[in-house]
């Protein structure tokens, strides 16, 4: 899938009511959608084990780590999930990614 043709759907990042409109738009997964609804309420970059606890707490249930880290890397393939540092600290205090939600459709 290309930028180009992916749906813009009307959201604010920190909006939570047009963030979840814009997930059921978007063709994604049960945990892709997951993943943007909990970075969608977030206003700052998040590494992914903490996005991983984020989203387990939501689902009530513990995520493998390749679980999270599959699903990013398809996010981050589709556009809708972007990459945007390596100023992250993983859970042994070494430096990982952080994410954030992309800007594709998301309204000023």
């Not at 206003?43 to 679980?67: A, F, M, Y």
Request: aromatic share 4%; with cysteine; proline share 3%.
């Amino acid at each position: 899938m290309s930028l180009s043709t992916i749906p813009c759907a009307p959201t604010r990042r920190g909006d939570r009511h047009t963030s979840f409109e814009a997930a059921e738009k978007v063709d994604v997964n049960r945990m892709q959608e997951e993943k943007i609804r909990a970075l969608a309420g977030l206003s700052h970059p998040v590494e992914e084990w903490w996005l991983q606890e984020l989203v387990g707490k939501r689902l009530g249930c513990r995520l493998g780590d390749s679980t999270i880290r599959t699903s990013l890397s398809e996010l981050v393939r589709k556009g809708l999930v972007e990459l945007v540092d390596r100023k992250g600290r993983s859970r042994t205090g070494h430096k990982c990614s952080r994410y954030r939600l992309a800007e594709v459709g998301v309204a000023a």
